[in-house]
């Protein structure tokens, strides 16, 4: 079956034409074709690219070499075969430099059907080739799901803004960086196909927002960045991050569905000194991690001491990476007097960094870095292994103390844990402490996100005979229902309570009312913060059995217990 093709004649003799048209059906081809003499007509005749173009070389209006010129500058990838009745060698060479598929002579137009073909065929490839690029292109610098660039191709055009703002100072851009809040319960809840569908949904959203000169990328972890470019202000930035937020308001419809998202959004703009792309996109996400810390969705506008609070963030990190590693955790002890007799009974078992550089630091300074690290469990671990190693050894040095015990601070998340009973119970047994010794410590509010499953918990701990103790309470919303139903020992007084005890104070009537309640549920009281000869007398006055403070003595190092168990004292 003969081949069509669509070809463009540029020839200015008729005869001549019908010639090559012969020659391409005599090689089994089926030309519709066109002739054209003139620049004018040529032109008008690409506004319908051909398939092939054959062109003489010297016509009296026109020539081959400008043809070709015209054809590359509408940037139009068509072979382009020369067929003259005289060239000269040097030009022929020449023009197959500006791009010609291939010339040849009037006189030998038995090769014109297999110049043709090699033409188009290296056409073919060379579309192909670009095809393939094209894919390469879009897997390499493309989210695949989303479609939108990634963080490699954000980036390089994120370092063009850039460079142009430093040859241009008058040229402004800010970065976005959109965070999404609750995603992971869509996830957790929908299930990894219907999340991504989720996140398609948002991508094209987004896309609202965006101007032709702008760049939205999809960063994975449920993250995008704006590249807000040329802009007349730096306001202009907020404004966008607003419309952005807006567009969060209205609910996602999945399958009959209705999915609520929130974005946080941080902001940072060219008119800071940057010498990188990537530092902008860093500081652009540190202040999208503060606008999410505030905990309602907005956005917040980098500023330098963000980026100071970060640094500050990573070497806590890194610093309590290598504390694990080098041990350099340590416990303090604050000593639990029986009010009743005046002496030591027990103690609360607190955690301390001896930081190399810093010294001492306290647990409100690092706990909140380690719970997010994720080893926060290993932490109390090692802390409750220590305090039994610990006191076991106290117990047996000074076996004259009456039934000292030492009580460990545990979160509900960590009493969830499904083999903590195991690894208490193995602690006890290893170090050989006496029955009823370990304690354990919640919070009220702790106790309050769970408390079934901590009331569960602390049943099992109760048939080893370890006690609980229920921390800070008044300052939580725990009700009486609750307090009936737990299997705990005793009630910990909060110290905000205990340090404004006096007989003239109304912490007084809060504090008899804490105490007649423990006693009537059948709990122990214990008061934390006594830090005066009065609120010692009071406390005593109403039967409280145990008591904290600085009165007595502040969490000790471990160095410091023996003296003051030896030393007997009494207050």
């Known amino acids: ?54 062109s003489d070389f010297s016509l009296p209006q026109f020539d081959g070499r400008t043809a070709l010129m015209l054809l590359k500058e509408r940037g139009l990838d068509i072979p382009f075969i020369i067929v003259s009745g005289c060239i000269g060698e040097d030009v022929a060479v020449e023009c197959m430099k500006s791009g010609a598929s291939d010339y040849l002579l009037k006189d030998r137009l038995g090769r014109l059907a297999h110049s043709m073909a090699q033409a188009l065929d290296r056409r073919r490839l060379m579309a192909e080739k670009r095809q393939v690029e094209q894919r390469l292109f879009l897997e390499s610098f493309h989210d695949s799901l989303t479609g939108l660039p990634n963080r490699a191709l954000f980036l390089d055009r994120l370092d063009r803004a850039v460079l142009r703002h430093h040859r241009d100072r008058e040229h402004l851009y800010a970065v976005l960086y959109v965070g999404l809040d609750g995603f992971k319960v869509v996830h957790d809840s929908l299930g990894h196909v219907q999340a991504d569908r989720i996140l398609v949904h948002v991508s094209q959203r987004l896309l609202r927002r965006v101007r032709s000169v702008d760049t939205l990328a999809s960063l994975g972890n449920q993250e995008f960045a704006l590249l807000l470019d040329n802009l007349k202000s730096a306001d202009s930035a907020i404004r966008i991050a607003e419309r952005i937020r807006q567009e969060f308001v209205t609910s996602f419809e999945l399958d009959g569905r209705e999915i609520f998202l929130k974005a946080s959004i941080g902001i940072t703009s060219g008119a800071q000194e940057y010498e990188r792309g990537e530092c902008v996109l860093r500081d652009a996400a540190t202040a999208m991690h503060r606008a999410k810390g505030a905990g309602e969705a907005g956005f917040a506008v980098f500023d330098p001491a963000m980026h100071e609070q970060a640094m500050t963030r990573l070497k806590m990190e890194t610093d309590l990476r290598q504390a694990l590693e080098r ?8 000593p639990v007097m029986a009010l009743d007799r005046g002496c030591v009974a027990g103690f609360e078992a607190l955690i301390r960094w001896q930081h190399p550089e810093r010294g001492l630091v306290m647990p409100q300074a690092f706990l909140p870095v380690a719970a997010e690290m994720g080893i926060l469990d290993m932490l109390a671990e090692r802390s409750c292994a220590e305090a039994c190693r610990q006191l076991a050894e106290w117990q047996e040095a000074f076996p004259r103390v009456d039934a000292l015990s030492v009580s460990v601070n545990f979160t509900a998340r960590q009493l969830a844990r499904p083999d903590l009973v195991a690894k208490l119970r193995q602690m006890v047994r290893t170090t050989a402490l006496k029955p009823g010794s370990l304690k354990i410590e919640i919070t009220e509010s702790e106790m309050m996100e769970d408390p079934k499953t901590v009331s ?22 725990s009700s009486l229902s609750h307090l009936q139903r737990l299997p705990l020992s005793f009630l910990k007084v909060d110290q905000s309570f205990i340090r404004r005890l006096s007989l003239e104070s109304d912490a007084l009537p809060m504090v008899k009312t804490i105490v007649v309640l423990a006693h009537q549920l059948g709990r122990k009281v214990i008061a934390e913060g006594v830090e005066s000869h009065e609120q010692l007398s009071i406390l005593r006055s109403l039967g409280c059995e145990y008591g904290q403070g600085y009165l007595f003595a502040p969490p000790l190092p471990d160095t410091d217990i023996p003296a003051l168990l030896a030393s007997g004292q009494r207050w």
């Not at 041990?327 to 604050?334: A, D, T």
Request: net charge negative; hydrophobic share 40%; charged share 30%.
């Open 1 to 54: 079956m003969p081949i069509p093709i669509n070809l463009l004649i540029i020839e200015d003799s008729p005869a001549d034409a019908e010639l090559l048209v012969e020659a391409l059906r005599d090689a089994d081809y089926d030309p519709v074709w066109r002739r054209v003499e003139t620049k004018a007509d040529y032109l008008r005749e690409l506004s319908i690219p051909p398939d092939v173009i054959l």
């Open 327 to 334: 041990n350099e955790f340590r416990l303090h002890y604050q």
């Open 456 to 477: 569960e918990i602390l049943q099992e701990l109760s048939a080893e005979h370890i006690d609980s103790c229920l921390d800070d309470f008044g300052t939580g919303y």
